[in-house]
């Protein structure tokens, strides 16, 4: 630093996690940068269920920034906070670029982190603070926060809880990363994977019911985010399945019962009641 050119820290992204990463660095007392943030596609300056980046932004006074602005800001730190546009570093003269990812990297690079160590019955998730190189979430790790996944844990409820570790775990190294003087090493070749956009057709989700009260299970987990959707069977919307101590006797996918607030179906082996959402309104 020549004491010319003043630090510009860039977040980047949506919801409570960029919210929680700017309001930390705007609170910083020992502030010896700029601040600007840019938002995802779909943001809205609204607050909902998630906070806004832009809506915080504007009532801090903090600029807001296209990407193509900052590639020429030199001693730039950006912070991806679930950023929808991939970073090409090359296109940028002088910035060092960190991210949280939603998974316990190398495993589940990509989309849906949420959902898919649920749908494949993972008992740990977790959040990875990295640095962002030219590929899709394979930078060097910094440090990583784990979690449990509790066996009635839906996506939603893993979602949450990697908002509050990820923001834990940015905290906890911000004033490393703006210094730059973090260590990180390359992430390990086995047991790396990576899932696209096509992993899961949200806008025809199907609940594959040829498989174990388990695997079932898992699914309806996976696609509970009453935010966005639930899980249909049959046409009926789906909160909740409960596995049964009785044994399919009847082809899996045969609805053998339906109450007010379940249905029962037979799978590969237990029957399992399938519950409807208690009160959808309040979601």
Known sequence: NNGEEKMFVCVAGKNDISVNVLQTLFEKKD????LGII???????????QKSLRFYARKCGIREYTLQEI???KELVFFSMEFDQILKPERFIDARFY?????LLPKYRG????????????????VTLHRIDRGIDTGDIIAQKVIE???EDTSRDLYLECIEKGTQLVIEYMDVLLKGTESAIPQEKLGATYFGRNAIDYSNLQIDLRKTAYQIKNQIRAFCFPEYQY?????KDIEKAVITNNKSLKAPGKVIMEENDYMMISTIDYDIKLYYPVNRSSS
């Not at 938002?39 to 269920?49: A, H, P, R, V």
């Not at 989309?111 to 977790?126: D, F, H, N, R, W």
């Not at 899980?231 to 046409?235: A, Q, S």
């Open 31 to 34: 502030k010896n940068y700029e």
């Open 39 to 49: 938002c995802n596609q779909n943001e809205t300056g609204k607050d909902s269920w």
């Open 71 to 73: 590639y020429q800001m």
């Open 99 to 103: 991210n949280i990812h939603f998974s």
């Open 111 to 126: 989309m849906y982190t949420s959902a898919l160590p649920i749908l494949y019955g993972e008992k740990q998730s977790g």
């Open 149 to 151: 996944i509790g066996e």
């Open 231 to 235: 899980p249909k069977v049959f046409g």
